[in-house]
């Protein structure tokens, strides 16, 4: 039976009240399945994560692993989700919202065809030309370390059949989205991080390390097949009758390729920026581009918990009040300022805990094994750049939804453009002069690259919020509101920074975090990172929690409430 009785337009039946924190719940409720799903699939991810680090911390074969990743995640994230959220996703649920269920079905069936003939190409390409694909993103340690460069070609070969696998699994999700069918689309990468964790658990410690990270990249291959696998049935009992096709006529299709290109190209950019970094990275040595891919890893956790999970809610209930002829534009507002207040009130501690304690973050995930207090120390550095620009950047995303429900991609392009632009310059300086103007080791000039993104990420939030401002009226966060979460988290960081200091004092300090460079402030306690983690993060939480409620500015009973009501 065809899911399709809850997929109607809103603003025919739904009234939306004058208080601006009265929304229709669906998206509300969708926000916290999404979530939901990503918090599953992140625990999953960080585990691998603690056990990959566990078993390569931060060595050359670390970074050869992370920079061979990288090439076929750029196509993956082109091609993939973010590429069919603004392309497919508004068209096909407009459709269906529209009750044209044989127009969704074909729409679906000519992405898909021409999502697998072109994934197909891309791989035979990646395949066959990764030697110069690898020098473009780790050139930087081609001459240095020709050892790592090497096995860096080797992994990206094996890695590279899985970037097909993962777009036709964003397919799924798209179709799964639109039917507000979140928590099977967002848990399955779950299954992707088991393949990873079950292969190191079994072989770790077996095989050398060269031998451990090519059975880890087949690993990949297998998780990334069984991601798409797990969602295609459930794809094909909703879409009915599947006939994939590689039409490029219907009226339906070409809004989709309308919208393709230029999000390609603003996603493109935005890649192009993650592959700059990767390469300025690799200019400091091997081991700098494992220590960037742990910070990436760690800083993307609160962007994909509220940013994706909110936006990729939105998107399909954004999509269909543009299509409202009557006070579209007012419940646009509505819904983009009330995900706006929820991004804000997640990702503004968690922006703090990376610039105040991202020690203690960095030492509950990934200090185990080869990766110690000294590597958890220089991690710090590199979270606090993270920090600069956690909050405008996870922003952003929902208001680039804005744009793509209105069936706007190109201003995002322009405005990712000059993003992109902006940290690349940043960055280059950084990389080249940062630690030689704080007298730190090359590693630490890695700081430079995230807080150059965070630089670039406020000046694009800024430009689309003007644009978007000027074609809907004003929309954010409100400034009172944000100044007293910043006040929260500030407030409730110093208490957690002066019980760190208090443990310091009882049990001493890391002797390893304080040998690095800058280890004598702040170090960490001589405990299992664990402790401390439970200790300094609960309070540090516990404090926000309280405070944002005495201010008035608690999200949770307002998230609790929608999505208990039905």
């Known amino acids: 039976?065809?899911?399709?009785?809850?997929?109607?337009?809103?603003?025919?039946?739904?009234?939306?009240?004058e208080n601006s924190d009265s929304l229709p719940p669906p998206s509300a409720r969708s926000a916290s399945r999404v979530a939901l799903g990503i918090l599953l699939s992140r625990l999953a991810g960080l585990i691998r994560t603690r056990v990959f680090a566990h078993a390569f911390g931060t060595s050359p074969v670390a970074g050869a692993f992370s920079a061979a990743l990288r090439i076929p995640n750029t196509l993956q994230n082109l091609l993939g989700e973010g590429v069919l959220s603004a392309s497919f996703i508004p068209v096909y649920a407009r459709l269906l919202g529209e009750k044209r269920e044989d127009a969704a079905d074909r729409v679906a069936g000519a992405v898909f065809g021409l999502l697998s003939l072109a994934t197909a190409l891309l791989v035979v390409l990646g395949v066959a030309g990764a030697p110069w694909l690898a020098r473009l993103v780790a050139g930087g340690y081609a001459k240095s370390d020709p050892v790592a460069f090497a096995k860096t070609v080797e992994l990206t070969r094996i890695l590279f059949p899985s970037t097909g696998l993962l777009v036709m699994s964003a397919w799924c999700l798209g179709v799964l989205n639109s039917h507000r069918h979140f928590f099977l689309s967002y848990t399955a990468p779950v299954v992707w991080n088991a393949a990873q964790i079950g292969l190191l658990l079994a072989a770790g410690g077996r095989v050398g390390e060269g031998r451990l990270a090519t059975l880890l990249a087949w690993s990949v291959v297998g998780g990334s097949l069984l991601q798409f696998a797990v969602q295609l049935p459930s794809v094909l009992r909703l879409l009915g009758s599947f006939r994939p096709s590689l039409?490029?006529?219907?009226?339906?299709?070409?809004?989709?390729?309308?919208?393709?290109?230029?999000?390609?190209?603003?996603?493109?950019?935005?890649?192009?920026?993650?592959?700059?970094?990767?390469?300025?990275?690799?200019?400091?040595?091997?081991?700098?581009?494992?220590?960037?891919?742990?910070?990436?890893?760690?800083?993307?956790?609160p962007v994909s918990l509220f940013g994706m999970s909110v936006s990729a809610a939105e998107l399909p209930e954004l999509s269909r009040e543009s299509g409202g002829k009557d006070g579209g534009e007012e419940r646009l507002r509505r819904r983009l300022d009330a995900g706006l207040r929820r991004i804000a009130f997640f990702v503004v501690p968690s922006a703090m805990a990376f610039?105040?304690?991202?020690?203690?973050?960095?030492?509950?995930?990934?200090?185990?094994?080869?990766?110690?207090p000294a590597e958890t120390r220089e991690l710090w550095y590199l979270l606090m750049g993270s920090a600069v620009g956690l909050l405008a950047g996870t922003l952003a995303r929902l208001y680039a939804s804005a744009f793509y429900a209105l069936h706007d991609a190109r201003t995002p392009f322009r405005f990712a453009t000059a993003r992109v632009l902006v940290a690349a310059g940043l960055a280059y300086v950084a990389v080249r002069y940062l630690a030689q103007w704080l007298g730190a080791p090359p590693l630490v000039g890695c700081a430079g690259i995230t807080a150059a993104s965070g630089v670039a990420a406020w000046l694009e939030f800024l430009l689309l919020r003007r644009a978007l401002t000027r074609r809907v009226g004003p929309t954010g966060v409100g400034t009172g509101r944000v100044a007293r979460l910043w006040a929260s988290a500030g407030t409730a960081a110093a208490a957690a920074l002066g019980a760190k200091v208090l443990l310091v004092r009882q049990f001493g300090a890391s002797a390893a975090a304080t040998l690095s460079w800058g280890g004598w402030l702040l170090p960490a306690p001589a405990l299992h990172p664990v402790l401390t983690a439970a200790v300094l993060l609960s309070l540090y939480g516990g404090l926000y929690l309280t405070l944002t409620a005495a201010f008035r500015v608690s999200e949770l009973s307002s998230l609790r409430s929608r999505f208990l009501r039905r």
Do not use: C
Request: proline share 3%; charged share 15%.
């Open 1 to 17: 039976m065809r899911a399709r009785g809850l997929l109607r337009i809103e603003s025919e039946v739904v009234q939306v009240p």
């Open 247 to 301: 039409d490029t006529a219907s009226q339906a299709m070409r809004t989709v390729l309308r919208n393709f290109l230029p999000v390609v190209l603003s996603r493109g950019v935005v890649q192009v920026s993650a592959l700059v970094d990767t390469f300025y990275a690799s200019l400091i040595s091997a081991p700098a581009v494992s220590a960037l891919y742990y910070a990436q890893l760690i800083s993307v956790l």
């Open 355 to 372: 610039l105040s304690l991202g020690d203690v973050v960095g030492g509950l995930l990934v200090q185990t094994g080869r990766f110690g």
